[in-house]
């Protein structure tokens, strides 16, 4: 939600930054800018101010140098970029990143929301703002810090740093002095360099934005601030104290971040899930049989997530049930707070994130912390913040998804926790024997006939508005799963539901034709979910079977091996090619639905 990527080096500035916005554009896409500050502020575009700024309204995809050097004109080698998923005023150019004080020599990129921006605005009452945005107040109140109290750069950035309330993080930087400085409150920033050399430093809101020019970081944790002015120092916001940091070397191998000749990142996503799900259970036996061990003692585990994460932690809680006869709780982690009165030191509770970012499961986290509980985290983000404040965690290894719409980390993640329900009833290794055969028959499932079969049902469907999705047990999570991925791809309003909730109320919603998936895995939910198809179809429904068998309820078959309690693995996917190919048909861009990011940093 909103991507910062900051360079001071001796490099082209501007162009670094151009490339590392590319890389952050899944954290949000409405507009972009980038303010770099002139090495010769005569041959700058506004001759006089040593900044040169270009903001955009829509994606920076296909940007390229060109484009930028026709307003940042000059050599440049200090530069910030901001690529925006709007929060506080419109989509505008006005409202893109940078925003400037008054004077135009304090610049600001911003992630997150200032939550006392209309108090400090008011107090701000002779400046000019130019925007709708919260972040403005932030250069004009280091402006009005600098000016009202006598205090250099530094000091009024972190002065302003600690007057701001609410989950953020900003990069502000001072043309005058051609200083840079980053705070962190609660919105990830991560420092990279290289080892015993001032030469460049880059501030990023996740290390994909400059991993192409080194791997050695510094983390900023919360109420930190780092000053870049030829070198680097941190600095505790509150106290002021310097702060000694270590060098962390990253040695994570994300995969590509090209689509490889595939059209859109989700498709080329969905397709790699050939070989994702064999990597995500390549897990280290003696972690998942002690993590096994913590479920197995826990006073109470919860697994929490949100949006197709929360829907895999139902999955998780009904593995548990069915596998381990072990019941935990899968809690929507922006109502986690609701249940502290439940946690003991001896609580675990099991985070699951793709980002390991998402701010309603970081404040989740919080919540656990204050009462003393462990937390373990499912991860696919090396470095992310989940991942320093977790006591422990999984990569489930699906390589980068830049598609803001989750496919193949969700299936690794499924895999990573029938891995761990399987440890935890003592039967590890039957659980990897089933995952490998589930792994080996994605791969086979996955060939062009079975898209293409696919792609005639998106055909048929292309006009309709809505859909049901139905399934029972282990299912029934992959059918509320199922609904997110047609809402976010192919914007058709779809419902999840369990099997037997149907004649409850939302059967007077089947008319003649109306679309309804029906997820009948070969287990002991299948003739009940056969009947509840029956029910639909005897009320005009159209229904899509996802089934290892067919049936003569079924209108179109998608057909899914059968891998026992693997089910929810591959019943997810032949809705993930669906939910694509009808957004392809509906000229829907499927990599960047409208109004959403991939990270959600805001509560
Ligand atoms: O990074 P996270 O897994 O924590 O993200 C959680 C959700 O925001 C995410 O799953 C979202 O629902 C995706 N758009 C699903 O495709």
Not at 17 to 34: F, M, N, P, Q, T
Not at 489 to 503: D, P, S
Not at 566 to 592: C, E, F, K, T, W
Request: proline share 2%.
């Amino acid at each position: 939600m909103c991507g910062i990527i900051a360079y001071a080096g001796n490099k082209p500035a501007a162009s670094v930054v151009l490339e590392g916005l590319k890389k952050l554009e899944y954290r949000g896409y409405d507009s972009w800018g980038i303010v770099a500050l002139a090495d010769n502020p005569e041959s700058a575009e506004n001759a006089g101010r040593s900044f040169s700024v270009i903001k955009r309204v829509g994606k920076i995809g296909e940007i390229n140098w060109d484009y930028v050097s026709e307003a940042i004109r000059g050599e440049s080698h200090v530069a910030v970029g901001h690529t925006r998923w709007s929060t506080h005023g419109g989509v505008t150019e006005q409202n893109a990143h940078p925003h400037l004080d008054c004077s135009g020599k304090i610049a600001v990129v911003h992630n997150g929301i200032v939550d006392n921006h209309q108090e400090i605005r008011s107090g701000l009452g002779s400046h000019k703002f130019l925007s709708k945005t919260d972040t403005e107040v932030i250069p004009h109140l280091i402006e009005e810090i600098m000016s009202k109290e006598s205090l250099d750069f530094v000091a009024a950035v972190r002065r302003a740093a600690n007057t701001l309330k609410g989950r953020s993080a900003f990069v502000a930087v001072n043309s005058e002095t051609g200083q840079m400085a980053a705070a962190r409150k609660g919105a990830p920033l991560i420092m990279g360099m290289h080892e015993n050399s001032n030469e460049e430093f880059f501030i990023a809101s996740d290390v994909t934005a400059f991993l192409d020019y080194t791997n050695k970081v510094m983390y900023l944790d919360d109420n930190e601030m780092a000053v870049v002015d030829g070198k680097v120092a941190f600095f505790n916001l509150m106290s002021g104290n310097e702060l000694v940091k270590r060098i962390v070397e990253i040695h994570w191998h994300h995969g590509s971040t090209e689509k490889e000749g595939y059209d859109h990142f989700l498709i080329k996503e969905i397709m790699e899930q050939k070989s994702t799900l064999s990597r995500a259970i390549n897990q280290d036996d003696a972690k998942l049989l002690a993590v096994a061990n913590e479920v197995k003692n826990a006073f109470g585990t919860f697994l929490v997530g949100c949006g197709t994460a929360g829907k895999t932690c139902v999955v998780g809680e009904y593995l548990f049930s069915k596998i381990a006869r072990k019941h935990i709780n899968s809690v929507v982690a922006s109502e986690f707070a609701n249940y502290q009165h439940y946690l003991t030191p001896k609580t675990l509770m099991i985070a699951v994130s793709q980002s390991g970012e998402t701010a309603d499961v970081l404040e989740a986290i919080d919540v656990a912390k204050s009462k003393s509980v462990r937390v373990v985290s499912l991860l696919n983000v090396f470095g992310s913040t989940m991942m320093r404040v977790s006591d422990d965690f999984f990569m489930v290894n699906a390589g980068a998804e830049r598609a803001v719409v989750s496919t193949k980390a969700t299936t690794a993640q499924l895999a990573v926790l029938t891995l761990l329900a399987y440890a935890t009833a003592g039967k590890l290794q039957e659980g990897k024997l089933l995952l490998m055969n589930a792994a080996s028959a994605v791969n086979d499932m996955l060939n062009p006939r079975y898209e293409e079969h696919i792609k005639k049902l998106a055909l048929q469907l292309v006009d309709k508005k809505d859909a049901f999705i139905i399934g029972r047990g282990l299912n029934y999570p992959i059918a509320l799963e199922a609904a997110i991925k047609l809402q976010e791809t192919c914007y058709t309003h779809a419902q999840g539901f369990a099997g037997g909730e149907l004649k409850h109320g939302p059967l007077a919603l089947i008319e003649d034709g109306t679309a309804c998936i029906a997820i009948v895995a070969n287990d002991e939910t299948k003739q009940d979910m056969i009947s509840n198809a029956a029910e639909v179809k005897a009320r005009g429904g159209y229904i899509i079977g996802i089934a290892p068998e067919n049936n003569e309820v079924f209108d179109y078959w998608l057909k899914v091996p059968d891998v026992g309690n693997a089910s929810p693995i591959v019943s997810i996917i032949p809705v993930q090619i669906l939910a694509y190919h009808i957004a392809v048909l509906r000229g829907i861009n499927p990599d960047y639905p409208r109004n959403l990011a991939k990270v959600i940093t805001t509560k």
